[in-house]
């Protein structure tokens, strides 16, 4: 009976954390942010398993979304691989760097200082009404690709090292310094979030800190609500995007600050 029961808690667990999932993809391939859902419930469900292993976890279940997410953006959506791909490659060696960091520099500070970084972006965003609503490039040539790059550098040393709104920090940087509206800044961000996950989770994987099969259910959940979410994303528009952008930003304010303050 006791083994039973085990049994039938450990299959809801698992449900619900594909459920997580699924809804960590609709939000992640829209926003970002979907680590907002996905990695508390990988904490909450598995509280005896090593942090490390979580976090990784969480990168080999995400990944697989934010791949379908941009493939499905490229499809539609018009991306300047001339700025975009050298981002990508510096958001994936910042981002690699980062994790190996993490496993020696616990991020107290960082944790800390996060909500009111965010807080600030949810003000600027609230109170510019037509902040993203038009794509009106600032840059080009070089000086764009540079400046995507150190983009691509800290936002990726960023997610390596802790992560949580990534791909909404990603998104808001590529409106205000770049000059695009939502849905470019969504399409560049899925590409560069890839990179940064593909370097976190190499190097989760070769310490041993993934569970490959919880891994792969959640994965298989993830790309569903991914795909539904991009397909919204494109069909509704920019409007759409910076509703729920501001929705993320909001949801990451509350969790930050109870995870450096209060909990």
Request: charged share 10%; net charge positive.
């Given at each position: 009976?006791?083994?039973?029961?085990?049994?039938?808690?450990?299959?809801m667990?698992?449900?619900l954390?594909a459920?997580?999932?699924?809804?960590?993809?609709?939000?992640?391939?829209?926003?970002?942010?979907?680590g907002?859902i996905?990695?508390?419930?990988?904490?909450?469900?598995?509280?005896?398993?090593?942090p490390?292993?979580?976090l990784?976890?969480?990168?080999?279940?995400g990944?697989?979304?934010?791949?379908v997410?941009?493939?499905?953006?490229?499809k539609?959506?018009?991306?300047?691989?001339?700025?975009?791909?050298?981002a990508?490659?510096?958001?994936?060696?910042f981002?690699f760097?980062?994790a190996?960091?993490?496993?020696?520099?616990?991020?107290t500070?960082l944790?800390?200082?996060?909500?009111?970084?965010?807080?600030?972006?949810?003000?600027?965003?609230?109170?510019?009404?037509?902040?993203?609503?038009?794509?009106?490039?600032?840059?080009s040539?070089s000086?764009?690709?540079?400046m995507?790059?150190?983009?691509?550098?800290?936002i990726g040393?960023?997610?390596?090292?802790f992560?949580?709104?990534t791909?909404?920090?990603?998104?808001?940087?590529?409106?205000?310094?770049?000059?695009?509206?939502?849905?470019r800044?969504?399409?560049?961000?899925?590409?560069?979030?890839?990179?940064?996950?593909?370097?976190?989770?190499?190097?989760?994987g070769?310490?041993?800190?993934?569970?490959?099969?919880?891994?792969?259910t959640m994965?298989?959940?993830?790309?569903?609500?991914?795909?539904?979410?991009?397909h919204?994303?494109?069909?509704h528009?920019t409007?759409?995007?910076?509703?729920?952008?501001?929705?993320?930003?909001?949801?990451?304010?509350?969790?930050?600050?109870?995870?450096?303050f209060?909990?």
């Open positions: 009976m006791t083994s039973h029961y085990k049994s039938n808690a450990l299959n667990d698992i449900f954390l459920l997580a999932a699924f809804f960590a993809g609709f939000v992640d391939s829209i926003v970002g942010g979907g907002l996905q990695v508390p419930a990988l904490f909450s469900f598995m509280p005896g398993t090593a490390a292993t979580l990784g976890t969480n990168k080999m279940a990944i697989w979304g934010t791949t997410a941009a493939t499905r953006y490229m539609t959506v018009s991306v300047r691989w001339s700025m975009v791909a050298p990508a490659f510096m958001a994936f060696a981002s760097a980062g190996f960091l993490v496993t020696h520099i616990p991020p500070y944790r800390k200082a996060l909500p009111f970084i965010l807080v600030a972006v949810a003000i600027y965003t609230f109170k510019k009404k037509e902040f993203g609503a038009d794509n009106k490039p600032v840059f040539g000086k764009e690709t540079y995507a790059m150190l983009v691509g550098a800290g040393f960023y997610d390596g090292f992560g949580p709104g791909g909404s920090f990603f998104m808001f940087l590529f409106v205000r310094i770049f000059g695009y509206d939502f849905l800044a969504s399409a560049a961000a899925k590409v560069l979030n890839v990179a940064c996950n593909t370097a976190a989770l190499i190097w989760f070769y310490s041993g800190h993934v569970l490959w099969m919880l891994g792969l994965a298989v959940c993830g790309v569903g609500g991914s795909i539904l979410g991009s919204l994303a494109i069909k528009g409007s759409f995007v910076r509703k729920m952008f501001l929705g993320v930003v909001v949801a990451l304010i509350c969790k930050t600050t109870y995870d450096g209060l909990k």
